[in-house]
Each structure stands twice: as C-alpha cells, then as structure tokens.
C-alpha cells in the first residue's frame, strides 16, 4: 500500500493531519478515535486511564483529557472507577443519524449554493482530488479524514454555527458504523471513484435544486453500499424514486 500521506500532492491532508498531531493530550485522542473508526477498538473494550498513559508514555491527565473529548464525539461512556467504554451505535441509531444527515446537508447545501466563494470552492475541489488519490492507495482512514472535511467545510458555508458539532459527531458515527459493517472487506473498491465530483458540479452551476439532489444521491448511495438493509428500512428498494421525490422538509430559510 502506498504511503499517501508522504506526497506532497496531498496538501489538504497533510494540514488535516498535522491538526492531529501537536499537543500529546490531543495525539491520544485522535489516536484512540482513528482506532475506534477503524474497528480496532469496539464496545467490548475497556479502556483505563492507566494503561493509556503507558501505552502513550504520557500522564493520566492528559489521557484524562483525550478521554473527555471522545465523550463528547459519543466514542466513549466514561463510567468512573469501573473503567471507560467504547460505545456501540445500534441500527436504530445509526438509521436515525442517516436522517438526520440528510436534513442537515440538504438544508446547507441549498444555503451554501447561493453564496459560496472562491476560497471554499478551491477548497472542496482540492479536498475531493486528494480523496480520489488516496481512495487509489486503500487507505481508509485518510479516506475518511477528507470526506469529513468536505462536508464540515462546505456546511461551515452554510452559516449554521450552531448546528456544525451536531454534524460533525453524525459524520463520526456513521463513518464509524459503515465501516464496521464491512470490517475486514476492501470496502473502498465499491465506492464511487470520485463520489464528490457531482456535488461540486452542482455547486459551480448554482443550482440549489440540483445541489439537494446530488448531495441526497452522495448520502443514500453510500449507505446503500454498505448497509442494504438499513437502506431499504428507511428508502425502499428503488433509488431513483427516491431521488426523483422531493427533498426532506427543513424548517430553515434558505437565504
């Protein structure tokens, strides 16, 4: 497997990554959370304080602290002296973020469209080059660093401050929840090669129409891909019907 994160292409990623690093207590958490995303970590794992700080040659405070953002992401239930847990996401969950997702992005998407710039353009073109390149290479988790950057950068445009965290723990979880789903699998062979490319597209047209359309066709074909019967729960069985019906109410002025 390549090492993409060693390409100088890749300056998206790198900036993403560098964010990662910096303060130890910050380390140990994006560390702890790459694993869980991964699977590498699940709900039978039991994490204490104690062996963290050895496993990361680090105090107890700051593993105190990573611990404490993980809770906030929903990664961990934190139960005091029995010990720290990595949490499951159930289907019932999991299909209510799907949901929620949708409502959310569609919403942004309609208001990003009317007043995107040249700078968060330029951003999303080049956040979605590198996620094709590093789809090439297998790497998964880079892979998931870049999606949710597009999609956390082009809500930011959306001028919604106060709903960005809840986005940003949605994204979280059900990369987390698809990826398990198919643990063990190459999962990035079924996805889109360049699953961005229309949405940004739309974006350039300045459609609002076409932008809910497109983002509504990102969201379902992925959980299609990866969780078939949660799709069929929650959409049916034909793709096209559902994408060719109106998209999900949302009580926000798009302007």
């Known amino acids: 497997m390549t090492d993409t994160s060693s390409s100088a292409q890749l300056v998206t ?30 709900g039978s794992s039991i994490l204490t304080e104690q062996a963290i700080a050895q496993d990361y040659s680090c105090s107890q405070g700051t593993v105190r602290e990573a611990l404490l953002r993980l809770e906030q992401d929903g990664l961990v239930d934190r139960k005091g002296y029995q010990g720290t847990y990595v949490t499951q996401l159930s289907e019932a969950e999991a299909e209510a973020f799907v949901r929620l997702r949708l409502e959310l992005e569609c919403a942004a998407i309609d208001r990003a469209a009317r007043r995107l710039d040249p700078d968060v353009r330029q951003f999303l073109t080049r956040s979605a080059e ?3 390149m590093v789809q090439a290479s297998g790497d998964i988790y880079n892979m998931v660093l870049l999606d949710r950057a597009f999609h956390m950068r082009l809500f930011e445009q959306a001028d919604m401050p106060n709903l960005m965290p809840m986005l940003s723990r949605i994204l979280l979880q059900l990369h987390r929840y698809t990826i398990s789903q198919r643990r063990g699998q190459d999962l990035w062979r079924d996805l889109r090669p360049d699953p961005h490319r229309e ?21 379902m074909s ?6 078939p019967l949660m799709f069929q729960r929650i959409f049916g069985e034909d793709l096209s019907l559902v994408l060719s019906s109106p998209a999900p109410a949302f009580a926000l002025d798009p302007h």
Not at 13 to 39: F, P, T, W
Not at 222 to 227: E, G, S, V
């Open 13 to 42: 990623l790198q900036g993403l990554n560098a964010i990662e690093g910096g303060r130890k207590s910050n380390h140990v958490y994006c560390d702890l959370k790459r694993r869980m995303v991964l699977g590498e970590l699940t």
């Open 130 to 132: 590198e996620y094709r």
């Open 199 to 219: 949405i940004i597209e739309a974006l350039e047209d300045g459609d609002p129409v076409m932008c809910q359309l497109r983002m509504r066709e990102h969201i």
């Open 222 to 227: 992925n959980i299609r891909t990866f969780a």
